[in-house]
């Protein structure tokens, strides 16, 4: 079966009425009764995977109670606009439905967590960095997929100059600032451009050291990104060869923002990781 992506309004919308069916003191059986719905539909609704047409959510709204006009407004603006595509999905048939999703939270998000073993986050990356990197893989002879490849994450880069962009915290392991991608040249270009990103007063970059040793993020990168605002969302993503994953649950949220705030605590302040980029592009 094919996987069903809920687009970020619609994920927020069944957030939101998640929490406004717990605030009425109902459970998913009781609301299901009262609404006069099956709790897997009502389920569905509550996970994004199902649209709400405007009529039913004023239905269930007012069995809920809910009358603050600021919060209904919003909720009907997520109900009608639910599923109206992003510019991502011009990209269907390049993209596998998580990333899609991946994407859409990323363009929706208020602050974004990244810690990176590897490579360079693709919000940071520089064209030709990309295009080193999408040349090494499945489509390395296929010059028009790796173009439009690249064009979609230099496209995610928008966020970035948006009129209210994210607030962005990045780490990352000594490694990946040593890992020839693309040769000398584009090497350079990338250290400064982390450099320069490193200015914007919305975004935090730090490094940690080959001397720290061991540390938590040794097993592998994660991403943690957060919507803020009603229907507010915590995701952290995690990838492996052939897909990401998301992990939604407090308990993997919890132990993923704790393995975050040690590796920050680890890594050195900003300035001094900024001081050890320069002096690794000194020497490129």
């Known amino acids: 079966m094919a996987t069903i992506t809920p687009t970020i309004r619609l994920r927020r919308l069944g957030m939101a009425l998640r929490d406004h069916r717990e ?4 459970t998913l059986d009781e609301a299901a009764r009262v609404l006069m719905r099956s709790p897997s539909s009502l389920s569905r609704i509550e996970k994004g995977l199902h649209h709400v047409p405007v009529r039913d959510l004023e239905y269930i709204l007012g069995k809920y109670g809910v009358a603050d006009p600021a919060v209904r407004d919003r909720l ?11 510019w991502w999905q011009r990209y269907a048939t390049d993209l596998s439905p998580e990333m899609m ?21 693709g919000l940071l990356q520089t064209e030709e960095y990309a295009r080193a990197l999408i040349e090494t893989g499945p489509f390395a002879h296929d010059p028009h997929q790796v173009s439009r490849l690249v064009a979609i994450r230099m496209k995610r880069q928008d966020v970035l100059t948006r009129t209210t962009p994210p607030s962005i915290r990045v780490i990352l392991d000594e490694a990946v600032l040593r890992r020839q991608v693309g ?9 400064q451009r982390l450099l320069d990103v490193a200015q914007s007063p919305q975004v935090t970059l730090q490094v940690i050291p080959f001397s720290a ?13 957060k919507i803020s605002g009603a229907g507010a969302l915590r995701v952290v993503t995690v990838d492996s060869l052939s897909t990401i994953s998301y992990r939604e649950e407090d308990q993997d949220l919890d132990t993923y923002t704790a393995a975050f705030d040690e590796l920050r605590s680890l890594a050195p302040p900003a ?3 900024q001081a050890l980029i320069r002096r690794l592009l000194s020497t490129t």
């Open 213 to 225: 040793g061991a540390h938590w993020g040794v097993t592998g990168a994660f991403t943690l990104m």
């Open 271 to 273: 300035t001094d990781s």
């Open 101 to 121: 999703d991946f994407i859409g939270l990323e363009a929706d998000a208020s602050a974004i967590d990244f810690f990176e073993l590897m490579l360079i986050p």
């Open 23 to 26: 605030a009425a003191g109902l």
């Open 76 to 86: 009907f603006d997520w109900c009608r606009n639910g599923r109206k595509k992003g």
């Open 183 to 191: 040769g000398p040249d584009v090497m350079r270009a990338q250290l």
